[in-house]
Every structure is written in structure tokens, then in C-alpha cells.
């Protein structure tokens, strides 16, 4: 008995990390080919954006969270349920947000002139629900790593990215109407 906990705590973080970061790299392929297709429209970036702090700062945070909670040990199954439950419904956020804005979607702030706001999907209740869904990420990733130091220093220092990267798109949206 105690050998099979301990090989469940001992691969735990690299089970966390493939939860993690296998569908951000499917993420990352498809902000990348979006990305082309809004310059081809004409898609414009907006000054000031903190991608370059982001790009590193996304991944990184996760990162510390799972190393935090490899060297800590598996929490509770109680946090690491409710954990993946939250981190499962981000998800699930997140691709209806994907889907919703479909080419639109990428990592890069990306505005094609004169094209309308998406106001289906998620967008017909919240004006960014992909930023809520990337922060039940990380709390669901501080959760089932039990990372108690990194997991709220990634949730703060994230959130103030991702603010700033809130009043840039606002900047870029200006008065667009939803559609």
C-alpha cells in the first residue's frame, strides 16, 4: 500500500504537467495559425500589449506551481478534486470562448478594422471570459499541485497581466458593437 502512494505522489506532478501543458500547446498552434489569418485580413496588434511578459509569464506560473507541489507532496485528494474540478470547468470556458471567436481567437491583441465585436457564445454574459477562465486555471492548478506559495503569487502576478492586457484590448475594441 504505502509503495503505491508513494509511486502516485512521486509521478503526480508529471501527470499534472501533461494536464497542463498538453492542451497549451494545442492552444499555442491555434492562437499561432489565427494569428495569420487576422493579419491577412488586415489585422492590426495594439501598442502596448504585455505578450512578450505573458508568453513567458503563463507557462512559467504553472511551471512553479507543479515544482512547488512535486517538492511539497500530492495535497489532499479533497484539493486535488476540487482542483481539477475548477481547472476542468476553465477549460470548458475557455474553448467555448476559442470557439466563439473563432479566427479572432489568438494570444497577440489583434483587431481587424471595422470588424464587429463577437457577441455570441460566452461573450453574450461577459466582455472577457477568457481572462476568468485563465485565472480558474491557475487556482485549479494551485489547488491540485498544493503549491500555497506559488499558486497565489502566480494568481496575483498573472492577474496584473492580464489587467493590463484587459485596458489594451479595451484600447484596441474602442466602441465596437457585439454581433
Request: charged residues 15%.
Amino acid at each position: 500500500m504505502k509503495e503505491s502512494v508513494r509511486f502516485v505522489q512521486m509521478w503526480f506532478p508529471f501527470a499534472l504537467a501533461v494536464v497542463v501543458f498538453a492542451p497549451m500547446l494545442v492552444e499555442a498552434r491555434r492562437a499561432a495559425a489565427n494569428e495569420r489569418v487576422q493579419r491577412a485580413r488586415g489585422g492590426v496588434e495594439a501598442p502596448g500589449d504585455v505578450y512578450a511578459a505573458m508568453r513567458l509569464a503563463y507557462p512559467g506560473a504553472f511551471l512553479a506551481m507543479i515544482v512547488e507541489g512535486g517538492l511539497r507532496g500530492r495535497p489532499s485528494a479533497v484539493l486535488v478534486a476540487a482542483g481539477a474540478a475548477l481547472f476542468a470547468f476553465a477549460k470548458a470556458l475557455k474553448w467555448w470562448a476559442i470557439r466563439s471567436l473563432g479566427p479572432a481567437w489568438t494570444f497577440r491583441v489583434i483587431t481587424v478594422p471595422g470588424a464587429p465585436l463577437v457577441g455570441r457564445g460566452p461573450y453574450a454574459y461577459l466582455r472577457h471570459p477568457n481572462y476568468l477562465a485563465v485565472a480558474g486555471e491557475l487556482v485549479g492548478v494551485a489547488l491540485m499541485a498544493g503549491a500555497a506559495v506559488a499558486g497565489p503569487l502566480a494568481a496575483i502576478g498573472f492577474g496584473g497581466l492580464m489587467l493590463w492586457r484587459i485596458a489594451v484590448e479595451e484600447k484596441a475594441l474602442g466602441r465596437r458593437r457585439a454581433r
